[in-house]
């Protein structure tokens, strides 16, 4: 099937008005650290993310930013509006590693067993007050699976399987297009984004490791590193962080004829709640991709993505730890 101009540009208007579009991206992310601040135990994850724009969506994480983005750019062209996107993700986190090297069953026996596997299905009701200007809401379902071992500091050791479900921490997230360039050939979208998430997850993994480490604290005093060694901390688990967070973040999508690029860099900016502090976290994430089916009311298109994080290292009741 040849495509010509008049095609294209009903395939940039179906994408930004009703259309239906799937992406695949798959990426590696270390997700998970110990508590022992003289040694670094990570679990490098595998993410594979669908997304359905009215059925849509884009790239991976877990992350407020990732499923808004595609709401916004689903209308952002036909002034105000409401919408209601729909994403799916799920990573799997089974590779323990320390300072980057991979740990096996022969070197840690007891750790190497750890892994969760999370999926996260972003429901995202907003509204466009122009296709400059546009909110949304993100309201993650939550559904891990896991195994988490440990070793604690008070003797002994840890090692539970099971599952853990509910809402995440929802998050509001404000549009404003910075640049929207729409021609029959081409066109350049740039919008920034920013938003507050709110401590609307379920808090009682985190707060079980808050209270072992005060447990130490009181044991131990501040000197002693608190509580466990391991691949799977119960603040990996957790459906909330228990904080107010600001997310901030700028994304673009670039068109030549049926082929695109699209880009995303995220900024977390956490505070602290229940006495246990997450990191700042850098998402940056995009690559390449192109329009297979194109119809009046809908389009088809599939991108090719990479996927990079870097987060500062988290605060528990006033000690940094990896």
């Not at 993994?205 to 391991?230: C, F, M, N, T, W």
């Not at 459906?239 to 860099?265: H, I, K």
Request: aromatic content about 10%; hydrophobic content about 40%; proline content about 3%.
């Amino acid at each position: 099937m040849k495509w010509g101009k008049a095609e294209i540009v009903k395939a940039e208007m179906a994408e930004r008005g009703n259309g239906s579009s799937e992406q695949r991206v798959t990426g590696k992310q270390n997700a998970f650290a110990l508590r022992d601040p003289c040694a670094r135990l990570r679990v490098r994850g595998f993410a594979v993310s669908t997304f359905y724009l009215l059925l849509s969506a884009m790239p991976v994480s877990a992350c407020e930013l990732c499923a808004i983005y595609n709401a916004d750019t689903a209308s952002g062209s036909i002034g105000a509006s409401f919408l209601f996107t729909v994403a799916e993700q799920y990573v799997s986190s089974h590779q323990l590693q320390a300072e980057g090297e991979p740990f096996t069953i022969k070197t840690v026996p007891d750790l190497s067993q750890a892994y969760v596997d999370s999926s996260y299905t972003h429901l995202v009701p907003g509204y466009n007050f122009s296709s400059r200007v546009g909110v949304s809401l993100n309201a993650p379902i939550i559904f891990r699976d896991f195994r988490r071992t440990q070793f604690l500091t008070t003797g002994g050791s840890v090692d539970e399987q099971g599952t853990v479900s509910g809402l995440g921490d929802v998050a509001v997230i404000g549009r404003v297009g910075l640049v929207q360039k729409n021609e029959m050939d081409y066109s350049i979208n740039v919008n920034l984004l920013a938003g507050v998430k709110f401590p609307t997850g379920d808090t009682e993994r985190l707060d079980a490791e808050v209270a072992d480490a005060k447990a130490d604290l009181a044991a131990y005093g501040p000197g002693h590193d608190h509580s466990s060694i391991g691949g799977v901390h119960q603040h990996d688990l957790s459906l909330g962080s228990g904080s107010y967070d600001g997310v901030f973040g700028v994304a673009s999508t670039f068109r030549w004829r049926r082929w695109f690029l699209n880009n995303q860099a995220q900024y977390y900016l956490r505070t602290e709640g229940h006495s246990y502090e997450m990191g700042d976290l850098i998402i940056v994430s995009g690559g390449p991709g192109a329009y297979v089916l194109l119809g009046k009311g809908h389009s088809l298109s599939l991108q090719v993505s990479t996927y990079y994080e870097t987060a500062a290292r988290d605060r528990l009741i006033g000690q940094i730890f990896n």
